[in-house]
């Protein structure tokens, strides 16, 4: 009986050393992710403990300025869609027309749209309403996961998997990373602010964007190599015939 546990443990460990560092990390938070909107359902849904919600509208109120306000209305745009359509048309344009990267600009359209699917759907589901008393004017639909932290998740979280892969330059990419990370916590930051989310709404984005934009890049991916090494060598292969002729 010892011999199979400490064999099993042997495995499990010899597998863990086969992950690298960056997907290790990815794993965790992963795992982290799921287990907070987890939990984060059972106290809202389940055992209707809105408790720290109004502590953090309570903090709030004291640092509530028309200075605030602006700055806040400001990067919550950020995070609309008024913004992030031209945003992804933009992205989708640089990847077909400048870099010419073909699965980039399948890549940021598949999790938009995705990502607003799975959005509109766990609002539906949860059906719950947005706090009774905004700070400065009413916002429509649901209120459960917050839209704008899940959508500036999967949007800047792509940025920042795209930067991670791509620049070489080690201060300017984590320059990049860093300011986007920040980016997503101040969009969603600004809707608990606004009075628009409760804190659990924006935690539940937080949690469900992450999870959405690690399993979208995953099976991209995968159908990515899976073009490379399929797809691509028979389409050439009658070009290659023809050549040989």
């Not at 907070?36 to 403990?49: A, S, T």
């Not at 990067?75 to 990847?95: M, R, W």
């Not at 509109?120 to 004017?137: A, I």
Request: aromatic share 16%; proline share 3%.
């Amino acid at each position: 009986m010892f011999k199979k546990i400490s064999a099993r443990v042997k495995k499990f460990w010899a597998a863990v050393a086969l992950l690298s560092l960056e997907m290790f990390i990815v794993l965790v938070l992963f795992m982290s992710s799921f287990l907070l909107f987890v939990y984060m359902i059972r106290r809202v849904f389940y055992l209707r403990n809105n408790l720290f919600d109004e502590k953090v509208f309570a903090y709030l109120d004291n640092h509530v300025s028309p200075e605030n306000n602006s700055i806040m209305l400001f990067f919550t745009f950020l995070g609309k869609h008024e913004f992030l359509i031209p945003a992804n048309l933009l992205l989708i344009a640089y990847f077909l027309f400048i870099k010419k990267h073909r699965w980039y600009s399948i890549k940021v359209p598949a999790i938009a749209l995705s990502s607003l699917a799975l959005m509109f759907g766990l609002k539906h589901l949860f059906d719950r309403d947005r706090p009774l008393v905004p700070l400065l004017e009413e916002a429509r639909g649901l209120s459960f996961p917050s839209g704008h932290a899940l959508m500036s998740v999967t949007f800047y979280g792509l940025l920042i998997y795209i930067v991670f892969k791509g620049f070489k330059n080690k201060f300017l990419k984590w320059t990049m990373i860093s300011l986007l990370l920040a980016l997503i916590i101040t969009i969603s930051f600004s809707r608990i602010y606004l009075r628009v989310h409760y804190a659990s709404d924006v935690i539940a984005g937080f949690c469900v964007g992450f999870l959405w934009l690690v399993i979208c890049v995953s099976v991209l991916n995968k159908l990515e190599q899976f073009s490379q090494k399929k797809v691509n060598p028979v389409v050439q292969q009658p070009a290659v015939e023809e050549a040989k002729a």
